[in-house]
């Protein structure tokens, strides 16, 4: 005990520092590692069109997995954002199809531009229930989004009784055209959903970063009742994350309604893991308090680009799942090696000085 | 002056250290424990004493340092290690599982088993029972844990330690709740113990109670040992001094500014407590500006309710506040901070601190929609915001962005007071403001309240620290069982009137106030 703690402070100025520095870094080294590797071992891996395709893959992981960095960081977890994209991609198939029947012969159309509106304020009222199950009726966040996982699901198949909502083009007498641009539009020869992928993730950093309500979010992770007694309003804060994680689950139901053209509700299973497995991979940990929104859209892009370059390689899906789960776990155990050699590092300076 | 016969040394302690973020809690302590003796442990809060048995008893490791057992060095990976050496320990927060039975509780981890696996209940109650009797407390074996008085787990805990047959029992303060007859009964036991030959640790704050059963004494202070004697050679006076160190305490000097117009004031406050009756009893008082008030009490006399229900941190409490005459309808914490509250709780790492954040981001967290232009944190703004504090407090930190669990417990402390000052509060609530910080550290944080005062802040703090209260007070007010029970001018408060009062209600009333006039 003694000698092993004598030799990590002597190391430690030089090669713990150094050790530290790439611990900290794994995310990004991980990035790139994935990134030379498929170069080299998938032909057409680098590709502009491959490229492209494989950004708006990650993008819709990257969506939900910031609403669950914000989430984690207060030391909760959104198991329900899979639903919610399906449930979402429903109402705005429905939308597009049905219009609302107001009961008295007449039957509303909405316009795309509305009907994005709508679907966005159904995706945050979805994660403001959440938030009140949540802070109002202290539900553990697990249990609490549990539930509304299958509720939102059984609404989702309940809406259509369990088909698709096909051919969303709209029709030009009722003005509801252009649902389409969302999943196939480009600007600047970049697809649309990366565009929005930049503004909302942009958004959420200078959130996260300048803003009293992002400073909040990682007070109440790090320190429940210290958040508190600071006077920051800790039920306040965990009804936004949740609302905002609603959010990003919505735009993703758009963006794969869109693209299909057509809403099926199944859409969205499992998309809570891989959103969770982005976040932890990007170095958001689970017990709060820590979490950036670049490292987590790193994390959702390790993680695309693996699927992606793994199925382009010709490994079997099977192969894939394993390999996509060894990743997650050696960036967690890596996370806490840090953490400690972080803490022994400090603790034996300490020593040393006191 | 004490006898060195070694072979009478069971378990020594030889230069060991004890760091946790932010504090160093045990520095390069040797201590020495003897069989068949009673060998007492005494040191202010904070001066490391729990943590000193911690290790011993395996809950702890040592960050450096050696333990030696029977001579050979041993290393306690769990606790279960040290009790498989024979090392037992009464923690001073009970560590019984109430959900369980009396009888489950003793056999905790070592259930007696019949078959393979089958656990015998009726051979636990039996045996059990026979501990129990020697308490003489009136607890069955199979009653709820849940269902005791406080003291009467104390003394299951006391049981559970004893049937261990250990050679080594601690009991860090075995005492602090029972009553005058079950402390009888414990010290019996404890004769009974010795004459097996078991080497007893004891820590108690209890002066006279440690020179009638203690044999030897060891005195901790600031996390060393400043005195090791028999306790045939020594008297409360001796103890006191070790304690309190030649150096007194640094306490800024009152500057003789007069007081200004009444900044707060506090009507009829209540809390319930969960188990009945008021743990705040209607209490009134009332600050001026410019003011310090001190709030003297012991252990659960009420005083952090009182500050958590002013600051508005428990729904159920009742009473009414007044800042500068207005009365403050608001119930959260957050707007009453708004109104010019502002608490520094006492329990630093829990409440206090976020410990990963940065010691910038904790400085600025309670005050950040003042420094923020409408949504938009300037940085500039904050960074000058945390210079500022920086400066005014002596923080000792080499960058801001470093985390704030790096600093040492004095300059974490300065973190949270930083913190609360930023808000630009009118009336500062202090709840053991100087608690496990070093002594320079406290004179620091003893300095910056007169400063405060000076600048026309009324300051509340309660302390349980006869002499700080003294020192920094200009008014003292004494509080026992929730009730206000005294209230004193500088001029006029002496520490018997004090102690007097603050045992008001209690049973052990007349044991402390004649341990503290003795010296």
Redesign the interface.
Known sequence: ??DT?ARTAAAAPTGGSMLLTLMKLRTFIALIAVIVFFSIAAPNFLSTANLILMSKHVALNAFLAMGMTFVIITSGIDLSVGSIVGLCGMVAGYLVLNGIDLQIGYTVYFNVIEIILITLVVGVLIGAVNGILITKLNVAPFIATLGVLYVARGFALLSSGGSTFPNLAGKADLGNTGFGFLGAGRILNIPVSIWILIVVALGAAYLAR????G??I??VG??E?????????VDMVKMFVYMFSGFCAAIVGLIISSELMASHPATGESFELNAIAAAVLGGTSMSG??GTIGGTIIGAFVIGILSDGLVMMGVSSFWQMVIKGLVIIVAVVVDQAQRRLQ?RV???Q??KI? | MTAETTDDVILRLQDV?K?Y?GT?AV?RANFEVRRGAVNVLVGENGAGKSTLMKIIAGVE??????ILLDGKEV?FDSSGDAVARGIGMVFQELNLFSNLSVAENIFATREITSGLWKIDHKEQVRRAGEFLDRLEAGIRPDMMVEDLRIGQQQLVEIAKAVSLDARILIMDEPTSALSATEVEILFRVIEDLKARGVAIVYISHRLEELIRIGDTITVLRDGQITGHEGVKNIDTQWIVRQMIGSDAKDFAKPDGHQPGAEVFRAEEISLPRETGGLSVDHVSLSLKAGEILGVYGLMGAGRSELFDCI?G?HSQSTGRIFISGEEVHER???RR??RGLA?I?EDRQ????????SVA?NL???S??RI?NF???S?KAEKQAVEQMVAELAIKVADPAQEV??L?GGNQQKVVIG?ALL?QPKVLLMDEPSRGIDVGAKADVFRTMRKLARDGLGILFATSDLDEVMALSDRIAVMSNGKLTGMFDRAEATEAAIVAASALGHGKASRMAGATTND
Request: hydrophobic letters at 35%; zero cysteines; aromatic letters at 4%.
């Open positions: 005990m003694t703690s300048y803003t009293p309500l400073r909040h990682f007070a790090g320190n009742r210290a958040a508190r007694i600071s006077g920051v309003r308090g820590r803490s400090t603790l034996i300490m020593a006191g | 250290t760091v973020a160093v520095k490791r040592p960050t450096q340092g050696k290393s600051m941190r959260d914490t957050t901070i708004r608490l709780p829990r409440e206090g601190l976020v410990s990963i954040l981001s600025t967290m309670a950040l929609s923020a949504f938009h944190i940085s669990s790096s040492s913190k808000t």
